[in-house]
Structures are given as structure tokens and as C-alpha cells.
């Protein structure tokens, strides 16, 4: 993997738009209240509550509980979710998604970030959120090693993520989105209540059908072969169906506020990188 553009990358920081909770103690705040240093107002006392935070003073002024609520400051673990599902060996898609997934694994580095990267296909194959150049550089290595096969089930994997990862996190999802539309929105919703990337990777081949006559297809997923005519008239009607495909996917990141990003391999990686780190997710320090 040639990561040349990481030098270029050191000009960025991981900063999200909305604030991050996790388990760890750290530098980026948190939308969870608790114990910490930032007092932020006062709330009834609930059952379940830990009675520790009830403010005594105010109880012996109203003989009310109340709970001193604390803006908590917690630091970011970033899961860079990555498909490796058979349809993303076509084109150079996965080794192109893998250098998305390693820059943003290099910029949580840089942060001293806890990262993981998590590939998947029907299931997620979660990796162990680290730190570190060492597991920065082990993990390029691993992925160069990858050739992606099989299936691939959006709504499975998200289920499966958000039972293992309890915390709100930054999660970036690398993938073509080339699954049934409904399975791709499915796992939007799902992961909705964390910070959350989208990113497709497509061959410019398959963004705009360059083919022309009489063409053979096999799904890359299943091996099924298909023998058709592409023609004027299908290449338009395909563009129009993966127009509305991708147009349904960012309706529902824009539901609940989510980034959508679409890049195809031809594209300069560093420019891909410029784009998103332009936008909301992170910014130009």
C-alpha cells in the first residue's frame, strides 16, 4: 500500500461534529453527563440514578432530589468499519478502500486515538481498538494480505457492531453500498446514534457502465454469470436506478445526521481525503 499521502494528512485532526462518548478518559467532550469537571445544570433525580450525584444543598433548600449534572470530557475511539465482501475485488476498489481506511487510521494516530479496523462481508470480523504506529503499520499489512470474497449483509453487520461496541463512537464505513438498498439504509438507521461516515468506493466502470455491445457479467459476490446488450438506452436506465439507489442512502445519513461521500478509484486519494476532511466530520486545523 503506498501511503505517501500520509505526510499530507498531517496538516488535518480528527474533530466531530457532534461530541463523543466512550469509556476512555480523554481530550474530546462528550454529549453523556456524569462525574467530571464542567458543571452544566440541574436535573430531578431519577431511580436509577447514582445517589452519589444527588446535591444535598439544594435538597435541604427545596427537600427536592436533584442530580449536579457534569459535561464529561472522554477521548474518541474511531471504527473503521471495511468491506471485504467479493464485489470490492473489482477495479481496485479494496485497495483503494483500504488507504481511506488507513489515513483515518494514521489521523487517529496522530491524535493518540484509540482505532480499530473491522472488515466485513454476511458478518463483522471486529478488530481490537489500539494505539500506535506499530498497529498502524501492522494493520497496512494485513489488509494488503486481504482478497475480499463472499457475500455481504449491511444489516447483519450493523446489528452485529452495536451489540459488541456500547458507546458512542466515531464509525466510518468503507464500502461500494452496492447491496439491496433497503439492507444499506437498514444499517444507516442502526448506526445513526453515532457519529457516522459513509464512504463509497466505486470502479469507474461500475459508476457509469462504460460498456458498449454484447458484455458478459459475473457477480463478483455469487459467480453468476449474466450475458446482456448494454445499449443506450440500459446505460441510462441503469445510471438512473444507481442515481436513486445512492440519492435514498444520503436521504437517510441526512436523517440522522450522518456524512455520505462517493469516490471512485481513479480519483487521487489525497483528493478524496481533502473532500472529506473539508466537511463536518473533520477539520483543517
Known amino acids: 500500500m503506498d501511503t505517501e499521502f500520509f505526510k499530507e494528512l498531517e496538516r488535518f485532526s480528527l474533530l466531530v461534529k457532534k461530541r463523543v462518548s466512550t ?92 482505532y480499530s479496523v473491522s472488515l466485513f462481508c454476511n458478518r463483522l470480523h471486529p478488530g481490537e481498538p489500539r494505539r500506535g504506529r506499530r498497529y498502524l503499520f501492522q494493520t497496512i499489512g494485513e489488509l494488503d494480505e486481504i482478497n475480499p470474497r463472499g457475500s455481504t449483509n449491511p444489516r447483519q453487520v450493523a446489528d452485529q457492531f452495536e451489540t459488541l461496541v456500547r458507546s458512542t463512537s466515531l464509525v466510518i464505513v468503507i464500502s461500494d453500498f452496492l447491496a439491496d438498498t433497503e439492507e444499506v439504509l437498514s444499517s444507516i438507521y442502526r448506526l445513526g446514534g453515532h457519529d457516522l461516515v459513509m464512504i463509497q468506493v466505486l470502479a469507474p466502470d461500475e459508476a457509469l457502465l462504460n460498456f458498449r455491445g454484447d458484455v458478459k457479467f459475473v457477480d463478483m459476490e455469487t459467480r453468476l454469470p449474466v450475458v446482456t446488450r448494454v445499449t443506450e438506452d440500459e446505460r441510462r436506465d441503469y445510471l438512473a436506478k444507481m442515481e436513486e439507489h445512492n440519492s435514498r442512502i444520503v436521504a437517510a445519513c441526512n436523517q440522522v445526521g450522518a456524512d455520505f461521500f462517493s469516490f471512485k478509484t481513479d480519483k487521487p486519494i489525497f483528493e478524496a481525503f481533502s473532500e472529506m476532511l473539508s466537511r463536518a466530520v473533520v477539520w483543517k486545523v
Not at 430531578?44 to 440514578?49: A, I, L
Not at 472522554?74 to 488507504?99: C, E, P, T, W
Request: aromatic share 14%; hydrophobic share 35%; no cysteine.
Open 23 to 114: 469509556a476512555y478518559t480523554g481530550a474530546h467532550r462528550s454529549l453523556r453527563f456524569g462525574h467530571g469537571i464542567s458543571p452544566v445544570g440541574y436535573r430531578e433525580y431519577r431511580k436509577g440514578d447514582d445517589f452519589k450525584l444527588v446535591d444535598w444543598k439544594v435538597y435541604g433548600r427545596t427537600e427536592r432530589l436533584y442530580i449536579r449534572e457534569h459535561e464529561e470530557e472522554r477521548s474518541l475511539v474511531v471504527h473503521i468499519l471495511l468491506d471485504a465482501s467479493g464485489s470490492m475485488n473489482y477495479g481496485g476498489k479494496f485497495g483503494y478502500a483500504s488507504q481511506i481506511a488507513a489515513g483515518f487510521g494514521y489521523l487517529a494516530t496522530l491524535e493518540n486515538e484509540k
